[in-house]
């Protein structure tokens, strides 16, 4: 893996655009473009390029810990982890061209998330850049070792308007010694139908439900396995239709790519127990309910109302219409409380200003929530 250490010029870069005020777009492999609001300022901001500064920075597999340069490629970590045998346990998407920092910037999991934990339950330490072009170091290398402000985690799914990611320490695991999926008869848009597996203590890494098929698969050691397919019982998938995981993943499923004319794809995070949405359209249920995809016409105002309805919010994955949010709009304590992060690591609102929540990025959002 080619290995290079760009952090000198990128805090140049930054420094540069803070004292002209000139608003910078962070990107790497733009595989992530379609995510997040549109942007209203990309003709005046200049792009700033994560892919030089990439490489791992250290690897101790004993450890279980990695650190490594944001611009580093999914595939490339990846691969030197399963040489290794080990893997980053919250399975995120591999996108072409996709690389750690966009990945961890858009807050991704993959559908080991509700059985492993987040993107940002494994991440132990960063190195950032802020507003101010300063070089800041949050973390370090073991589990804990933060009183206080969690900055690291802070950053995870704040869309790059927190700071440059340059560095990122983290937690591995093991790859499972045995895995195997099995597949049952459900009725569609059944939310309710994982709750019996989810009160088991199962070895699960993956509930999905797509039409009238309800897919569980199990991860672990072969005794464990083994003796939880037993009990569940159902069709055991071969390996290669076992590739579904893979394909939801990385939105290359067939849901994903068979869109209507008019149709957005949203992605609908609520309680795994929530019930399923007023909503119409084509529903994928991943993370054993608790993250819902939908293809639907829906207006943008319906779907945010009907997932806010059963304490959840709603994100839209792809280009939507000029000035409708890609986000749940954010209301008081919580948006009070972003403003003032935001205000805290970025003031001028210089990196990607107006694409995550930009109701934020106004100054006159910002001097609001000083007066309250």
């Not at 473009?33 to 004993?62: C, K, N």
């Not at 850049?129 to 690291?152: H, P, R, T, W």
């Not at 919010?313 to 009070?336: C, D, I, K, N, S």
């Amino acid at each position: 893996m080619i290995s290079n250490d760009d952090s000198a010029a990128l805090l140049e870069r930054v420094r540069q655009a803070a004292a002209a005020d000139t608003p910078l777009n962070i990107v790497a492999g733009n595989s992530k473009h379609m995510l997040g609001h549109r942007q209203d300022v990309a003709q005046r901001a200049e792009a700033l390029s994560m892919l030089s500064h990439s490489g791992i920075i250290s690897y101790e597999p004993t450890e279980l810990v990695v650190s490594v340069r944001t611009g580093t490629t999914m595939k490339e970590l990846n691969q030197v982890l399963d040489e290794a045998g080990q893997m980053l346990p919250f399975e995120p998407p591999v996108l072409p061209a996709s690389t750690l920092g966009g990945v961890l910037a858009c807050g991704l999991s993959g559908p080991r998330r509700p059985f492993a934990g987040s993107a940002r339950d494994y991440v132990l330490g960063t190195r950032v850049i802020n507003g101010q072009g300063q070089d800041l170091s949050f973390g370090g290398e073991v589990m804990k070792n933060v009183a206080g402000y969690d900055v690291s985690r802070l950053q995870i799914g704040a869309y790059g308007t927190l700071g440059v990611l340059l560095d990122v320490s983290m937690k591995v695991l093991p790859r499972p010694e045995a895995e195997l999926t099995l597949v049952h008869e459900a009725v569609p848009d059944d939310t309710q139908s994982f709750a019996a597996q989810l009160r088991r203590p199962l070895p699960l890494s993956g509930a999905l439900l797509i039409d009238d098929r309800r897919y569980l698969r199990l991860s672990g050691s072969e005794a464990a396995v083994s003796a939880a397919a037993r009990i569940l019982g159902g069709e055991q998938l071969s390996a290669a239709d076992a590739g579904i995981w893979q394909a939801v993943r990385d939105h290359e499923h067939a849901f994903f790519s068979n869109a209507a004319s008019g149709m957005q794809l949203w992605r609908v995070s609520v309680a795994d127990h929530a019930p399923a949405l007023p909503v119409s359209g084509t529903w994928l249920h991943d993370w054993a309910g608790a993250q819902r995809w939908l293809r639907s016409a829906a207006p943008a105002a319906e779907i945010y109302k009907a997932a806010q309805a059963v304490g959840g919010h709603a994100t839209r994955y792809g280009p939507g219409p000029v000035g409708e949010p890609a986000f749940q709009p954010l209301e008081g304590v919580m948006r009070r409380l972003q403003t003032r992060v935001r205000d805290s690591f970025d003031a001028q609102r210089l990196f990607n200003r107006g694409r995550f929540h930009p109701e934020l990025d106004s100054l006159a959002a910002s001097q609001a929530t000083t007066e309250a």
